[in-house]
């Protein structure tokens, strides 16, 4: 019944190494986003997608590589994995923002270490 | 470019009193304005979502509150509880856009 779920919920790699993950919504609903969540707990969209269709990409480096092979899907999928990238990253989705609907809905997040 | 502040950054009160947390945001041009609950290592729960033609909703013991000309919004907790601990986010969907920009949130412990 899990509105949004990413697979998986923690992920700890090496640097350099490619990961990807996983998400799915059954809500019906035809945007999808990918939000990452700094130490210091803050939010910041990466990416936005309608309908299939790329809408944003909020200057994230081009290792990140979303890939939505249809509107209830939008995957991550992370090359050459830094230091840096260590955070949690939540899928979240909503109706086309203006069309109505209850907002948006974010999965459980993805915890991701790099060491 | 929009930008959205939370005061305060965190809060602690005791178990029964109502209190409010702000959000302001930069830019009125909002389609809507959502409140969500997270709790540590935990995911986003919505909380209350306030179209922008709407000056308010309610759920149980929260009430939002939005007044864009302003750019205000305000979450109002009646009689909180242990149960209530939690970082809340505000968030703020332009006109136009595809996402929602986010508070840094206020961080509210309520003792027993």
């Known amino acids: 019944d899990t509105a949004v779920s990413q697979t998986p919920k923690y992920l700890v790699t090496q640097m350099g190494n490619d990961k990807s993950i996983k998400c799915e919504q059954n809500?019906?609903?035809?945007?999808m986003y990918w939000y990452k969540q700094d130490s210091k707990k803050f939010l910041k969209i990466m990416f936005s997608y309608n309908n299939k269709e790329l809408i944003i990409n909020e200057t994230v480096p081009n290792r990140f590589s979303p890939k939505s092979p249809d509107k209830a899907h939008l995957n991550l999928h992370i090359n050459s994995l830094e230091l840096g990238d260590s955070a949690v990253y939540f899928c979240a989705s909503s109706y086309t923002p203006g069309q109505g609907g209850l907002g948006a809905f974010f999965g459980q997040g993805t915890r991701l270490t790099v060491v | 470019k929009q930008e959205v502040t939370q005061i305060p950054a965190a809060l602690s009160v005791p178990e029964g009193e109502n209190l409010v947390l702000n959000c302001s945001f930069t830019d009125s041009a909002i389609y809507n304005l959502q409140w969500f609950r997270q709790d540590p290592g935990k995911g986003l729960t919505s909380l209350l979502l306030?179209?922008?033609?709407?000056r308010e909703q309610t759920s149980g013991r929260l009430n939002a509150s939005l007044d864009k000309s302003s750019g205000r919004s305000t979450l109002y907790i009646a009689a909180s509880q242990p149960g209530d601990s939690a970082t809340y986010l505000c968030a703020v969907i332009l006109g136009g856009s595809e996402k929602l920009v986010f508070g840094k949130g206020t961080k509210l412990t309520v003792n027993p």
């Open positions: 809500l019906g609903h035809d945007t």
């Open positions: 306030i179209q922008s033609s709407q």
